[in-house]
Every structure is written in structure tokens, then in C-alpha cells.
């Protein structure tokens, strides 16, 4: 059997149940249910170490922040359109999260990733506007969309401003969020037009200060959208009949080939 | 057009996006930012009302107690088998939640049920204990198995104790309780072995004394383990390589018919 | 190791892979390319035995017949909302076949246990007509929908229609379709309206003659829908931009609480 | 209204329902059950044009070729996990489906784009063996896996030989299945180590000669990968209990931090 064992066995050092209790991360769940926030939890999880105060409140901020926006975005639509299919309730929410890709959520990991290029580029003594105006020149030559910029709702992210101004009250508010939005500020001059600093940038910025790997960026996304999936999921299944959000048919143009071939 | 509008118009009562803010069931989220932790955020979402201090505690408390039981559930076997197939962060974490069926997670709706009617007959003048075995002899008799009893790894699950002890301190321990208490104590004398109330079981009586609708008990409990899946799949990312997890080959059995047709 | 290799023996009579082949069923899968259908093999997977060449054709047919309806049911909805977040080609797909639940291709199953219990009832001496209106009264009696009969669109299903050709054509029109069609006939003397048999009714009606397993239906329903889904998040990819299917504001009713707070 | 209907507007050049057909991509669905097999409609709905003979016969064997290869890919593991977990038949499939990324299947999609690369080379002149070797050399230099290549059961794949043979028969073996062969020859004497064509790139060198859009790889995968999904998914749901794949606990190796703090 030896050859086989390296072959299933897995490694984890995220949790241990045992009889009497499950270690996560070390510490006793028994302990922490009721002395730690879920929060709390989601950043001992995913970074291994407690959070101090400061750092458990601001991720319970962002977790709050990206929670829900209404009906229109593709994570809700397609949650209450699988609903409407006569589906148990996790599914619906597994089929809300699938949305959350590279363009819905998905902008923190590639925003993070930006801010620490436009950090290095500090730390070798660009100042934090020139670091902003190099990171918007660089987006305009390659045509690329800036991670974490404009909104179709929302001229100022209302969720962005209240997310630092916690992050200057807990004492995180740093470089990253000084060139994120000293980015926002540049946009016009560079761009042509003002582009807000969106909640996903926002976010990033202050995950980029708390030290998170960009790589978990989708995965917070998912941990807090999840909440108002699950919300839209309930009412879709206590209000609605199956198959209720058939688009009308006239909103629906056909614009294919015509009868090639009849009985 | 008229008569299309119909069909077109969602109806929600959970949030609306404005310019300026987004309004959950009534409240501005750029106020709930950082003065509303994420679960009393998710009470919110959804019953419509704002928590107690002492809900929204314990609700934490309930988020925290479900959310990660080391490797081996099906929700964390099925994350990291997909995200081995080389899968965008998201679309694993929904794979993990898909597991969180009838028999994973599942059993909170079930048992809620059963608690009700369980309270339906203590209403009706049965004592606690009196209705606690009615419910056992009903599911002996119909050789089902009773939801939210029996655990395989924890002989006291040691998430309900702490759970109930803090029901307790917040005021929210009740006949629900009581009910599942009685329920689990009886189990020897009546189905002949001793099945303690599993974490499945205490949240569903917990969510009773709390008013919540049966229906939601998959919703909060992927809203809980979704924490532990985005930390699984964060963990298989960063540490293994594709296709991590074929089972050995001498760990298949393969049982159907040999070679019918050979070239 | 003695006691945990029962734990992660994985048993299966489906297929077994080895250096030189892949024994599907006993079959070599290297003699069934090119010389069986797809249709054949999905026979051959399920049912474990070869198709004869009437069956595998008939149920080319029927995977042909549920495989593609329009823009308009959940499942492509779906997937096309999961593809304008950015997702992945096989997670779109993964979230359209998500919304293949009960309410939409799940009546495959449902029907075929009618129909069953209607054969069971022919077998004990009741006429074809009889149990047909023994199932229409039953099902007027409790109330509910009769699985796999009427359909917004259609007021007679083109592809039962074909399907029930094809069925005598190969020699499988039995009694489960002289049921089927019996119940159709008589749905507007015993509820006061016509119901076409839809395709769910005709498939299963099909499925049942050539003798699946009802609790196959849900999976040969994807298998054929699957092709279509393909189809929608193809064209969606190659023809929209992100997040393209936002639903008008004007049609979005919020119906909830006012702002009860604001900064 | 104007200014949303363009928001709501779906169009599509798939199919269109009527009270009296479906008409796909032009033809009468009615004429198409029973007269195209469900291979010949997959061509049909992806390229929106009929397939030749040889082309629905070539992609039948694709079909067939990719449907199955026993319980150990991550696509069928994560099925199986996550219909132990109680959960609905098609939300086990769409699981299954999930896992079907970059290192599952996806190597199609790369492949293709690989010999688009190598066949342009070889219309500014390069013979194909040279086409071959430039490929090899920078797959080597940028230390990437090439795709296509290698499998960890197959020392000579079954199916790509197989699919192969066939493509000669079709008169559809062309330069790109050429050019795929010499790569194949010349892993040896470039790379250091024998590497055969797998199936993914024998399939993509046939979808490259037929025409496909090389982003279609993971959706013709995904199609016929379904067909061994629904297969193992009833299995399961038929032989086993629920959770009955938990990996044994001496194989699972938590390398994490022991208590730190106990109550």
C-alpha cells in the first residue's frame, strides 16, 4: 500500500475534528463560538493568525460592504432564475456564486495586484501620485480597463468612502489606499474622464494594507455576496411561482436563419 | 407592451441601488457599514428586521459554530476535487456548497420541522418530555432517521453545548430548546442508543426560539461553511498541484463486467 | 490500514482504465469509437447493456428532442448570467444544467411513476382508458399538477408528436404511450381543459418502454440539454460584453420599507 | 421605455420556439428528431450550419471518445461527493461539470490554439516537422507543459489512435493532425521523454481540421464528459449511502498548529 498512500492522502492545516472538539487553525472552536466574530473567523481561516480588534472589525465592514446590491447584478439573476427551476436551496446559491467571475467580484485579485506594483514602484521613490500616474499610463497604452475603477450606478461609491473612513479610524488607512485613490483622482486628467473608486477597489486597497494574498480575492467576494444570494434565494422561493422570470417574448429577438427545412 | 411587462418585472422587498446609496430592507448601507457586524447583517437580509443585540450574537455564534469541520465533508472533498481540475476560485467554492444537500447541512430544515410540531403538541397541553418521546416513538415507528441526532465523530457534539450555553446567557434558550434537549436525552430508553444533539440539530432549535422560517436552514448554513470552503480552496491553490487527489488505484474496485469486445 | 480501506474503497461496475484501454461496461472503448453513437453509449452507460439498434435510435431522438428551446427557460438564463460575470466555459454550463431541478425537465421522473402506478393498474384488469382516468382524478383530488402534461408555448408539443412516430416506427409504442396519450385525451372531460402531453410526458412514456430506472430522469434530461446550454454560452461569449443582461431599472419593482436610516 | 429595451433585449441566432416548432438554426426541430443524430445537432448548434456525413460521424467518435475514463478523474470525485451530500440529481452533474477547467479537458482549447500557431508557421513555409520542433523547443524554453501531451495512465492513448484511424477513413486527417503526430515523435529527442498525443490533443488536432473556434474546447468536453457524469451520479445515488466517501482518517495529515487555546 505504500505507493498508493502518498497518492490520497491529503494535507490540510486548517482544521482537525477530534471527539471532543475541531481545531481550526489551532485554536478550540468550543473557545471561539461566542468569542469571535465570524469575521473574525473568516480572517483566521484564510491568514492563519488571529486579527487584532482593528483588523476583525474592518474585514466585518467589507464583508457588510459587498453583501448585497440589489436584483440586477448576474449573481442574483442567475440564483432566482435556478430557483425558478424547481431547485434546493444550496444549489441556487452555488448557481449565484458561479457569477461572481473575473468581471463580478472579480476585480479585487487584479486591483490588488496593480496596488503592489504601484507600492514597488514607491518603495523604489516614485512618489504616490507619480506611482498613480504611471499605473493610469500604463492601463491607456494597453487599452486595458483599470481593476477597481467606474461604476454604472454609482458616480461615488458610497460603500468605498465609508470603507476608508473606517480604515482611517482602526488606523489601516496606508499607501495602498493613498495611490488607490490618487488614482481616482487622475482618472480625468488621464483618462478623460473621472472614474470613481469602486467598491472592489476599495476593498482591495484595504485587503493590500491587512496583508492578504491577492489570490483570495474572489474567495472574500464569494464569503460576503453569499449572504444576499442566500437572501434572494429565500424570497424568490416564498414569493414566486416556478418559471416565473421567462423574459417577455418580445424582448427577445431571433436573429438567425429563417425555415430551411419543414415537414 | 403591456402585457409583457408582466412577466419582465422582478419583484424584491430585500434591497434597491440608488446613485448615491444602496437601501437594505429600508436601512442605507453606507449606516450599516461598520455599525452592523456581517451576521447582523444577514438577520436583516433575511427576516426583514433589524436584530437584538442579543440575536445578532448569537446568530455570530451559529455562523461561527457551522463554518469549518476539517477535510473530510463532502463540501470540501468536492471544492478541492474541482479546484485540482484547474477551476476559477469562485466556481469551486460553489461546487463545495452544491454538497450541502439533505445530508450535509440539510437536517436543520427537517428538525425545525419536527420542533414545531413537537411545540404544536406541547401547545396543545403534552409536557416537554411527553412530546419529546411522541416525536422518538413517530420516528421509530416510520424507521426514519431523526434529524439533527447522531453524529459520527462526536459522541457530545461540542459546538451544541457551547451554543445552548450561550442561548442561555442571551436569553434566547426556550421550549425549542428544552424540547431538543428532552429529545436527545430519550434516545437511549426509546431507539436503544444514545444520539446527542449534533450542531444540525442545536442551531435548528436555537433558529426556532428565534423565530426564522424552516425553509432558510440550508441558506444559513452555507452562508456559514462557505467561510470553510473559500479557506480549502485557498489552501489547494497555493499548495497543490492539479490533479492532486486521484484516489490510489488499488482503492478502486472495480465490480462490472470484463472484456465483452476487443479489437 | 485494515479498517479504513472499507472507507475510501470507491466501488463502481462502470468502467475501469487501464495502460493499454478503457473497458466501459466489459466494452473496449477503443472498438466503441466509431462504431457505436453517442446515444448508444449513454444506453450502454446507464443500463449497463448494449442498446439494440432501435433503442439506441430512439434515444438519439429523444436527446435530440430535449435538447434546445429558445433563449427563454432558466437553464440558459442562467448560464448566460454566469458567462457575463466572467466565468469559465464549463461553469456556465455546470450553472445552466443547475436549473434542470423539478419544475423544468424534472417532470420526466414524476411522469414515469404515474405511469407505472397506471400500468400496475392495467395489470390488475383496469382498461387503458379506465386508469388513465383513475390518474387524471387522483390528480384533480389532491390538487396537484399532473407531471408531464400542458406547456406555455406549445397547445399540442411537435416533439412528443415526432417522438410517438419514431416509437412505432422502432416497434417501442406500448402500453405506457396508449396511457400516456389516454390521459392526454381525457385531461378536458376530468379537469375542464385540454393538456397537451408536453415532451417531459412523451420521454417519459419512451424511457418507460424501454425500461429505465424513473430516477434516471433529471440525468437524461441534462445529458440532452446540455447541448444546448453549450450553444447559448458559446454565442454569449463570442457576442456580449460583460454583465449585458442587466434588466431594465423600469422593470425592477422594489417593493420593500423606505429609508428607515441615513447618515 | 426605449432607453431599456436595448438593457432587456436578448438576442439570440440559436433557436426560436413557436406555438407549432423550435426552429434551430433554421431547421424545423420537428425534422430533426429522428433524422439527425444528437452529435449532428451539437455540430449544427455550435458552427449554425449542417454537418457533412463524415463530419457528424467524426464528431459522434469525439463524443463517444471523451464520455468516460472511470472513477478517478476530479469530475466524477466531486460528483460522487457531492451526491452523497442528498443532493438533486442535475446540481450532482452540474458539480461533476464544474471540475472540467484548465487541467481537466481544457488542454483542447490551448491545444488548438498551439497547432493554429504551428499551421501558420507552415504556411510561410515551414515543413511540418520543422512546424513541430519550433513548438517543442519554445514550449521547453518558456518551461511550460504543452498541451495535449502526456497522461498519467496511457502510455500511447487509446482514443487518440482510435480517432485517428477514423479521421483517415472521413478523409478529415489533414495538417493539423499531422502536424500534432510529429510533435508527438518528437518529444523524445527535443523534451528528453516520450510524451503522446492524449486524447485532448488528438481532439483538438480533428476540431482544428473540421473548423471548430478553438473556444469551443471545454464546451465539446463538457458535452460529452456529461454522459459519464450522469452515469456515475446514478450509480452513486443507487449503490451507496450518504456521505459514504469520506477519505479514512489515517489518511488525512493535518499539518497545522496544535491548541493554542483551550476553554
Redesign the interface.
Known amino acids: 500500500?505504500e505507493k498508493?498512500?502518498k497518492?490520497?492522502?491529503?494535507?490540510?492545516?486548517?482544521?482537525?475534528?477530534?471527539?471532543?472538539?475541531?481545531?481550526?487553525?489551532?485554536?478550540?472552536?468550543?473557545?471561539?463560538?461566542?468569542n469571535?466574530?465570524?469575521?473574525g473567523?473568516?480572517y483566521l481561516?484564510?491568514k492563519?493568525v488571529m486579527p487584532s480588534e482593528s483588523e476583525g472589525?474592518m474585514l466585518?465592514?467589507i464583508?457588510?460592504?459587498c453583501?448585497?446590491?440589489?436584483?440586477?447584478?448576474?449573481?442574483i439573476?442567475?440564483a432566482?432564475?435556478?430557483a425558478?427551476?424547481?431547485?434546493?436551496?444550496?444549489?441556487?446559491?452555488?448557481?449565484g456564486?458561479?457569477?461572481?467571475?473575473?468581471?463580478?467580484?472579480?476585480a479585487i485579485e487584479d486591483a490588488m495586484n496593480v496596488l503592489a506594483a504601484g507600492v514597488a514602484a514607491m518603495e523604489s521613490g516614485a512618489g504616490v501620485d507619480e506611482a498613480a500616474r504611471q499605473i493610469l499610463a500604463g492601463s491607456k497604452e494597453r487599452k486595458q480597463r483599470l481593476p477597481g475603477y467606474g461604476h454604472?450606478?454609482?458616480?461615488q461609491d458610497?460603500?468605498t468612502?465609508?470603507?476608508f473612513?473606517?480604515a482611517r479610524e482602526h488606523g489601516i488607512y496606508g499607501k495602498c489606499c493613498r495611490l488607490a485613490e490618487s488614482i481616482a483622482q487622475q482618472t480625468k486628467p488621464v483618462l478623460g474622464r473621472d472614474l470613481p473608486l469602486n467598491v472592489d477597489g476599495g476593498v482591495a486597497a484595504i485587503l493590500s494594507e491587512m496583508g492578504f494574498?491577492p489570490?483570495?480575492?474572489?474567495?472574500?467576494?464569494?464569503?460576503?455576496r453569499?449572504?444576499?444570494i442566500?437572501?434572494?434565494?429565500?424570497?424568490e422561493?416564498?414569493?414566486?411561482k416556478?418559471?416565473a422570470?421567462?423574459?417577455?417574448?418580445?424582448?427577445?429577438?431571433?436573429?438567425?436563419?429563417?425555415?430551411?427545412?419543414?415537414?
Do not use: N, W
Not at 67 to 75: I, K, N, Q, T
Not at 215 to 223: E, H, L, M, T
Not at 230 to 235: C, G, I, R
Open positions: 500500500m498508493t498512500e497518492q490520497v492522502m491529503y494535507r490540510t492545516a486548517i482544521a482537525k475534528a477530534s471527539a471532543e472538539d475541531v481545531l481550526i487553525r489551532g485554536y478550540s472552536l468550543r473557545c471561539l463560538i461566542g469571535l466574530s465570524i469575521a473567523l473568516c481561516l484564510v492563519g472589525k466585518d465592514a464583508l457588510v460592504a453583501a448585497e446590491h440589489g436584483v440586477r447584478p448576474p449573481s439573476q442567475a432566482r432564475q435556478i425558478s427551476g424547481g431547485v434546493q436551496f444550496q444549489a441556487c446559491v452555488a448557481g456564486i458561479l457569477a461572481l467571475g473575473d468581471s463580478h467580484g472579480g454604472p450606478t454609482h458616480a458610497p460603500r468612502t465609508r470603507l473612513e473606517l494574498d489570490r483570495i480575492g474572489k474567495g472574500i467576494f464569494a464569503a460576503s453569499v449572504f444576499g442566500v437572501a434572494h434565494v429565500f424570497e422561493k416564498l414569493r414566486e416556478p418559471m422570470h421567462l423574459p417577455a417574448r418580445d424582448l427577445i429577438q431571433y436573429d438567425g436563419k429563417e425555415l430551411i427545412c419543414g415537414k
